[in-house]
């Protein structure tokens, strides 16, 4: 009998490490499939009117956005109050909203084109003088399909 | 006395745990979607087309001012009345002879619309109209059209449109669905959605 006890395997054995790539990874797939990068940076107020008739917006790829309605406060000092509309990431004239159609149906394919959509996301303060000019010009443009971005309530929290 | 030891946290299904996390949030997520009011724009027409000639009586007109108040047929309303007043209007089916409407469920006034086909709704802003009050407008009216939808599908299908609309729109629906589109075209044919808007005035 030896005097020396073997120790019973070590003292506090190291916890593996070796599933934490996995936790990492499967952080980063997770993140990398649930975010969606907003392609614009809103400089306009963008406070969406309620309405109950909606149709749901599915395939984002088709969608083009047009916003519209008064400049963000940092925006005021600059370009003032009147309701303007944002295309991408500038502010843009109603005469600019044909080019901006040509040029979102350039990176389209050919086929995917008679689906395009235009969305709308106009605030609730604009005046329909401007709605109404997009519109024209958006029939000038024969993008025809379009979709007035609302919130999902009823009409009477308008 | 041995001092006693930890015993090793086994670490092998901790992937397993991983995946099912990862599967489950994929399961899950749902990417937030947008929603609204879809309408087509007519296309630009040649100014020598003549506009074909529409009796007085099936046009609905709604005429919103710079104060955003109402004038429906020449009478100031509220919105909340907005939708009531269309569906009388639509399906008020007054026609005789060819023009006669055989599903409407309407109180066949004769200085109202001949038949749901015929009817149109005018929409006339104010350049100064806010954006929230055409939406009103516009969701009520809408509205108004998918109620008698609903209610011609209720008496022909015993189903509700807008849940046939979603059934068809819906890729995981087992059933036929050319037999839905059939269903779904024969309902939007008896109450076709006219609704014109003239430029804003002012």
Request: net charge positive; aromatic share 8%; charged share 30%.
């Amino acid at each position: 009998m030896s005097k020396f006890k073997k120790k019973k395997s070590g003292e506090l054995p190291a916890i593996s490490t070796a599933s934490l790539p996995d936790i990492v990874f499967m952080l980063l797939f997770f993140f990398m499939v649930a975010t969606t990068m907003r392609e614009t940076t809103l400089m306009v107020q963008n406070n969406l009117p309620y309405a109950d008739q909606v149709e749901k917006l599915d395939k984002k790829d088709l969608v083009m956005y047009i916003y519209a309605g008064k400049p963000s406060q940092r925006y005021q000092s600059k370009y003032g109050t009147e309701a303007r509309i944002q295309l991408n990431d500038k502010f843009a004239t109603v005469r600019d909203v044909q080019k901006f159609i040509y040029a979102e149906r350039e990176t389209k394919r050919e086929e995917l084109i008679p689906y395009l959509t235009t969305a709308l996301k106009v605030d609730v303060e604009t005046n329909m003088g401007l709605v109404s000019d997009i519109k024209q010009e958006l029939r000038k443009a024969e993008a025809l399909k379009i979709n007035y971005t609302t919130k999902t309530g009823d009409v009477s929290k308008n | 006395m041995a001092k006693r030891t930890a015993p090793e946290v086994n670490a092998g299904s901790m992937a397993d745990i991983a995946f099912l996390l990862l599967i489950f949030f994929l399961v899950t997520t749902t990417i937030e979607t947008d929603k609204g009011i879809s309408r087509k724009l007519p296309p630009i027409q040649d100014e020598n087309v003549e506009p074909p000639i529409i009796k007085q009586k099936n046009i609905f007109t709604v005429i919103v001012n710079r104060d955003n108040q109402l004038l429906v047929e020449d009478q100031p309303m509220k919105i909340k009345d907005l939708r009531a007043a269309a569906v009388k209007f639509l399906d008020n089916g007054a026609g005789v002879g060819e023009d006669a409407c055989s599903y409407c469920q309407g109180a066949k006034d004769p200085s109202s619309s001949d038949n749901p086909t015929k009817a149109i709704i005018s929409l006339v802003n104010d350049r100064k109209t806010e954006y929230r009050t055409y939406i009103s407008v516009q969701n009520e009216l809408v509205a108004a059209y998918n109620e008698l939808r609903n209610q011609a599908a209720q008496r022909l299908y015993g189903k509700d449109y807008i849940q046939m609309e979603n059934n068809y729109n819906d890729p995981n629906f087992r059933g036929n669905k050319e037999t839905l589109k059939e269903r779904l075209d024969k309902v939007k044919d008896m109450y076709p959605q006219k609704l014109s808007e003239a430029e804003p005035k002012g």
